[in-house]
């Protein structure tokens, strides 16, 4: 039976690389295959690779023109022009075409009057002059590709011109890849309503895939193994038997009794590290089974795809004896402070955008299980083990996922959440689509926060001054004394009471928040719906102490509605659309303006052009009134 | 019958791109496709696409532990444990699981005492600490991938997860290309010993498929079309009028009488731009058929790269809506004044290598026929129209076709050619692949001057000193008299006369270089071949001046050994290897130690440490020795 492991012996993401790597010997370890050089694009040579022909084959003119003994053209003058034959002296060819018997130079056709059967020159030609000579380009015999090189399109055209049509390459590495786990289903198995509560799509064995296809490698997904220690072990020496250069084992690699990939390795070969202080991907096995490497891949997402970008990827750089291009790299600012937990080297997820002169990050959520921090992410910031975090104004690296183009083109955007800032994000995209948002969700006031500070173009914003009745102008007025600033609405929007289908408890408005079998979920401080429940408890007399989970603060509108549908709440102040979302219930309380604060700097940027007339479209408004719970007769209006 | 076309019109590389673009609504112009998402990796998205199943689907445990109703944890403490009773209180499961009814927390392994049916704890969970609620990463209705979106590994991830099973996707853009031209020969149809004299390998359409492949299009082939202007003219309008997006005609775009393509498109639609100042891709056809893009790609397979890479590659782009990335850029000097046309936009392919804190750009030819100034290129610089060349001090930028970790890894060589140098890169890539070297052959004493300069860490030189009988040494103290070096033998070389087979006009030494019906070619000044024959001259009375050919000068051993074989000279001075790389004859004519000069301060780099196990190697000499002419008695030796 399986031990159960805890990591006592956990590696740092170089000392694990380093143990696992120097592990194999490499050399020969993949075999090499015959292809047709027109289908060797992104093969590795195995061996150098010299010409067969020479290119030219031929001396042939280098010009369009006329060919001719260089020696007949000499004292040829603009005072004495020459006349020679066409076909005698002269011969017509076209560029890449063999010079004729007892030529050694082509004439341009630019310089040549052309008269019935001769032609009139005014100058001379030196000998080879316009002639490309035989082997200018490739000599037979000569080098054409050294080995270990990844084969380049332009590499096809050398070769094919140097009379090579076929190449010895490096098999492509073989990687084969075991999901493991009772509650995985494939997805040919998935019922068109869902899956049964426990049961998970398969999904991390075809990310691997995909990244495998980056590689140059092949994969073959094996099916799911249910949680059965035997079957896993057979499983896992039948693959390391196989043809199979990398063996990977997925999910199985944490430390819960169902874990039985660590013992397995174990008893198979020789486990070399188990757990690396690297998040995600901490629960990553490195072992050795029948001379190959063997990885047991952690269980959530954004785990799994880390812990094989470091592992998987350059085992097969290592294999096929090349250099894969590291990731970009550029310099950024942290949209807030980025603490991170010492002794670990963190990989962190963020949104990049190009506010001004300053690249601004903005972190996703740091859950190894959301892929979508993956999918969002324009780049990943490596905080070291050593370090406790990121200060505000510390500017650091950031891995680019994504083009640098796509940075110079995001807009972003920070404040208070609102879904129709997703909806402008996919029309925009569609109007613009080299265009996108990076949105995030600080509230109302670290909106306006991030705009005097130059981390954003945009801020969202819905600050009600209960003085004047009036919204986010008289804290603009308050807070961005120094920055230049437009303010245009997105929209008026309805927010309520989010409460579960059918109303159990029968919440009828904010005074029920008090009542002791009610638990309620807050928005956090500075958020302008926080503020707007305040304002609201304020009017009605009630003390927020006494409210069940007044203190209990999450970020979004979605945020507070998943915690009413999952029961964790049994009420939230929110926006309509987010409990229409989840199938949720409203009870309507106010109707406020979400406006749109944009740093007069970048008012005439084209970006933000590109987005006021998206605000302004048709399209857009009626999709907004789709939603549902909003108004668009402001949207687009300059409210100064 | 067609025109003879000359470029009065040509425009600038913007211009031209301006032109063509706006000449189509790309808006729809590919229709889409379902795809499953499992395969839908590089392709992009037609439509927004929203999740349908949240993920989590359920509220699951975050860890491996024992799931609780978290009020019956609490008062916990150090002091004071709890016991809990399995399968009643608590219940074990592991991360992912879905959490029991009436739970709503994990207590986490690693803080529990497991004692038969009860297990103990010490400290209290908050409720649904360690679980992911249901919709933490994916709420179904949500926007998983936005319009014009290229898929990526983790994006397959997310969409399985949301449940996602397939998506609507652009078509690929079908790119149909036409090879035209009498000479041009399939691959299949090239005997083995070769091609006739004017024939030419069908290369440059698989080169440009290749492209295609990088740009996520698919390529169609068509079979080669000769030189006839109706079945040009027909072939091209059958490809517009079939479902393909963009039409490319190879060859045909140059100004010659057999150049139909011009003439073609403009019976057949609208030519947007003929000839574009760039160099190379100068000969390029925009037009507008059937409303689809039809290009004229010119014959010279780097203009045909060049001219792909700036006109097909954002067509591409365009019609899918996304960005693609730009090539990276470096800042770098180069080796040497790079000289360029007025009113041209140059397309310098250069050889890349970091020297301390430079990266030192090395010209390779300029011919647009030459691919291999292609494949051996590590970077393009791109000389603006509006200059006249490079400074030797300027820095510049170069855009680089290879992962700029390669860079790090090139050993610069400049000075003297020698073939052994590129038995030494091919050598040094088999001991360690990823180091290559980037050799420039500037001379001896060119060599010298660029490890003056900080340009270059090693230096080929075989610099004889007619007064002390001494190879190198005095010129290095005479020149580098402020930087240490070291000083390798690499190997003794002959040096000869180099003559046609069979040596017909009967050449035995130096002294036959005067004779009047012999032409000989020379090598440049600086040249320590050039140096050993003026020596030679000198020692046997004779004036240069008398010799026919001794002012043409070429660049390189290969060089003056293509002259010979292909009859521009009769004879020239050079090394044994060379002669028999072309089945020319040799002469003897002396003995010479060609080493290498390394900076002192690159000495204990591991590059140079492993270049000079690589000299040492026997395997090395043994190849040096099989090339014939050289004698490896000295070849490692530390000289100084």
Chains 1, 2 share one sequence.
């Not at 017509?92 to 130079?105: D, I, M, Q, W």
């Not at 997904?221 to 039948?238: E, G």
Request: hydrophobic share 40%.
């Amino acid at each position: 039976m399986p031990k159960r492991h805890v990591y006592l012996h956990m590696k740092s993401l170089e000392e694990a690389q380093g143990l696992f790597f120097s592990a194999f010997n490499f050399d020969g370890y993949l075999k090499t295959e015959t292809v047709p050089t027109t289908e060797a694009l992104n093969r590795v040579t195995a061996k150098p690779i010299f010409a067969r022909f020479s290119s030219p084959a031929f001396h042939c003119a280098a010009m369009d023109g006329y060919a001719v003994d260089a020696r007949l053209t000499f004292g040829a003058s603009l005072e004495r022009p020459k006349e020679l034959l066409v076909n005698k002296e002269v011969f017509a060819v076209n560029t890449g075409y063999p010079l004729p018997e007892n030529t050694n130079a082509v004439i341009m056709i630019e310089d040549v009057v052309e008269d019935k059967d001769r032609i009139i020159i005014r100058k001379a030609v030196y000998p080879w002059q316009n002639v490309r000579k035989v082997g200018e380009d490739i000599v037979a015999t000569e080098l054409v590709l050294p080995p270990c090189h990844c084969v380049t399109p332009y590499d096809i055209g050398a070769l094919l011109e140097g009379g090579i049509f076929e190449i010895e390459v490096k098999q492509r590495p073989k990687v084969v890849i075991i999901p493991t786990g009772n509650e995985i289903v494939p997805i040919e198995k998935v019922p068109p309503q869902g899956l049964k509560k426990g049961e998970v799509v398969e999904s991390n064995s075809w990310m691997l895939r995909a990244l495998l296809a980056q590689y140059g490698a092949i994969c073959e997904k094996w099916p799911v193994v249910p949680d059965d220690y035997d079957l896993i072990k057979q499983t896992i020496l039948k693959a390391a038997s196989s043809d199979a250069h990398i063996v990977v084992i997925l999910a199985g690699s944490s430390a819960g009794s169902k874990d039985y990939t660590a013992s397995a390795l174990e008893e198979l070969g020789e486990v070399l590290v188990h757990g690396v202080s690297i998040m995600p991907g901490k629960p990553t096995i490195l072992a050795k089974v029948n001379h190959k490497p063997v990885i047991g891949n952690p269980g959530y997402p954004v785990s799994a795809a880390i812990s094989f970008e470091q592992f998987v990827r350059p085992l097969i750089s290592k294999m096929l004896g090349i250099v894969f291009e590291n990731p970009r790299k550029v310099k950024v600012f942290p949209a807030r402070p980025l603490p991170s937990k010492l002794g670990i080297e963190e990989f962190l997820r963020v949104k990049l955008g190009r506010v001004g002169d300053k690249i601004v990050a903005t972190p996703l959520p740091r859950a190894a299980g959301a892929i979508t921090t993956l999918t969002k992410a324009h780049g990943v910031i490596r905080i070291p083990k050593q370090s406790e975090g990121i200060n505000e104004d510390e500017e650091v690296e950031a891995e680019l996922l994504v083009p640098e183009e796509e940075i110079l083109n995001t807009i972003v955007i920070i404040g208070s959440h609102d879904l129709t800032i997703d909806l402008l994000a996919s029309e925009l995209k569609k109007k613009s689509p080299f265009l996108n948002i990076s949105a995030s969700n600080v509230g109302s006031l670290g909106g306006l926060m991030a705009i005097k500070k130059g981390k954003a173009h945009l801020a969202g914003s819905h600050l009600f001054d209960p003085e004047t009745g009036v919204y986010n102008l008289t804290y603009i007025d308050r807070y961005l004394k120094d920055v230049s600033v437009k303010v245009v609405n997105l929209v008026i929007r309805h927010q309520g009471l989010i409460v579960p289908k059918g109303n159990p408890k029968g919440i009828k408005g904010i005074r029920d928040l008090t009542r002791s079998d009610i638990t309620m979920v807050n928005r956090q401080q500075g958020a302008g719906t926080r503020i707007l429940l305040d304002y609201k408890l304020k009017q009605l007399g009630i003390n927020p102490e006494i409210i069940n989970g007044y203190e209990h603060e999450e970020f979004s509108h979605m945020a507070v509605a998943v915690d009413v549908l999952s029961g964790r709440a049994d009420v939230g102040l929110g926006i309509y659309a987010a409990a229409r979302a989840l199938g949720l219930d409203f009870i309507p309380i106010a109707v406020e303006e979400y406006d749109l604060i944009i740093a007069e700097r970048f008012w005439e940027d084209s970006k933000i052009e590109t987005i006021l007339e998206v605000i302004n479209s048709k399209a857009f408004k009626e999709k907004v009134l789709e939603m549902g719970g909003y108004d668009v007769s402001k949207t687009g209006t300059i409210k100064r």
